[in-house]
């Protein structure tokens, strides 16, 4: 059984930073994070493929947000810098056994069987 667990999410004013974590009880091959708001679908912010460390970013967070892991490579943490009103969501972890290149379909939450409980991120103007 997989299970993915964030922490980090908060409230903080536009211009600061905040960390997201998720721990995931087994090693898959792409780890990321989605954001969504609500009625809307969910978004692919970064991902990052465990085995040799690529990564992905969507173009808004590109300069702003890195995605890196632990050396197990079992918890991936997203680093949120000059955050804007607009990254307000609710992010949420998400992992899969398929690298994150595969398919060249790595910002499909299709593509993610395995998702945690999101946490909020909050950020005021």
């Known amino acids: 059984q997989v299970w993915l667990v964030e922490s980090g999410g908060g409230s903080v004013q536009a211009g600061g930073s905040l960390r997201l974590s998720c721990a995931a009880s087994?090693?898959?091959?792409?780890m990321g994070w989605f954001r969504q708001d609500p009625g809307k679908e969910r978004e692919a912010i970064a991902v990052?493929?465990?085995?040799?460390?690529?990564?992905y970013y969507t173009d808004s967070v590109k300069g702003r947000f890195t995605i890196s892991q632990d050396a197990a490579k079992t918890t991936a943490w997203l680093q949120m810098n000059d955050l804007k009103p607009e990254d307000s969501d609710m992010y949420f972890c998400?992992?899969?056994?398929?690298?994150?290149?595969?398919?060249?379909?790595?910002?499909?939450?299709?593509?993610?069987?395995?998702w945690g409980q999101g946490t909020q991120v909050t950020v005021s103007s």
């Open positions: 990052i493929t465990t085995l040799n460390g690529v990564t």
């Open positions: 087994t090693r898959r091959a792409c």
């Open positions: 998400a992992a899969r056994d398929r690298a994150c290149a595969f398919g060249g379909a790595w910002s499909g939450p299709g593509e993610y069987p395995y």
